[in-house]
């Protein structure tokens, strides 16, 4: 059994550029879930797909967008890149949407220079 | 509206002595209550949950947490500390529906030998 993925593992981008960060999900997961986590802070929940359909969202500008593909992986998109979104994005897969167990991938740390 | 708070940013204990780590939480509704660890440079790793039932809960490397409603908490222990535990330890509540997991700021461990 495969675990969660994610690429790349390290990226330095300038302020105004825009990135994408893929993670592919645990075999058999329909649920993906997307954090940021700050230097010294505990993960913020940026945004969950479920079946290829956005299942709630958290407190995070427009400029933060994903998708999920059929074979449930997925894609964070973050345009516009500002200096505070340098952290470490964390996805996560699960079976069910809301109450399943949620399984991390290893992150992208993302500097913004 | 669900919180975490976790009592202490930073926790030292010698190699053998007791682990405590501790974590109240803030729910509108029934909470399922989660524990993960975080060694440097990776992702999380689940250490317990509580979901319904048993309010003692174990988990992975010997730890365990107990669930009390009446407390609102969701403390961590572990008899005996190992090297090997010294990591970074987050309390997580999930938001059932909605599906995120809200984390608190987490709390450091440190072990002396």
């Known amino acids: 059994e495969t675990g969660v993925t994610q690429s790349p593992t390290h990226l330095i981008k300038t302020r105004g550029q825009q990135v994408t960060l893929r993670c592919s999900s645990q075999s058999g997961h329909n649920t993906v879930s997307w954090y940021q986590q700050a230097l010294g802070q505990g993960p913020q929940f940026i945004f969950q797909y479920y079946r290829e359909e956005e299942n709630g969202r958290g407190n995070f500008p427009p400029r933060f967008s994903g998708l999920q593909f059929p074979n449930y992986s997925s894609e964070l998109n973050v345009n516009a890149l500002e200096l505070d979104d340098s952290a470490l994005y964390l996805c996560?897969?699960?079976?069910?949407?809301?109450?399943?167990?949620?399984?991390f991938g290893p992150g992208t740390r993302l500097t913004v220079l | 509206a669900q919180s975490v708070t976790q009592l202490g940013s930073h926790v030292s204990v010698s190699e053998g002595a007791l682990v405590l780590l501790r974590c109240n939480y803030s729910s509108s509704v029934p909470p399922y209550l989660f524990w993960y660890v975080q060694y440097p440079n990776q992702g999380l790793q689940l250490l317990l949950k509580?979901?319904?039932?048993?309010?003692l809960v174990k988990g992975i490397n010997g730890f365990e947490a107990e669930f009390k409603k009446s407390e609102t908490s969701f403390h961590l222990t572990k008899p005996s500390a190992h090297m090997s535990d010294a990591a970074e330890y987050f309390c997580?509540?999930?938001?059932?529906?909605?599906?995120?997991?809200?984390f608190g700021k987490g709390t450091k461990l440190s072990v002396k030998p």
């Open positions: 997580a509540v999930n938001r059932g529906s909605q599906g995120n997991l809200i």
């Open positions: 509580y979901t319904t039932g048993a309010t």
């Open positions: 996560a897969s699960s079976l069910l949407a809301g109450v399943g167990e949620q399984f």
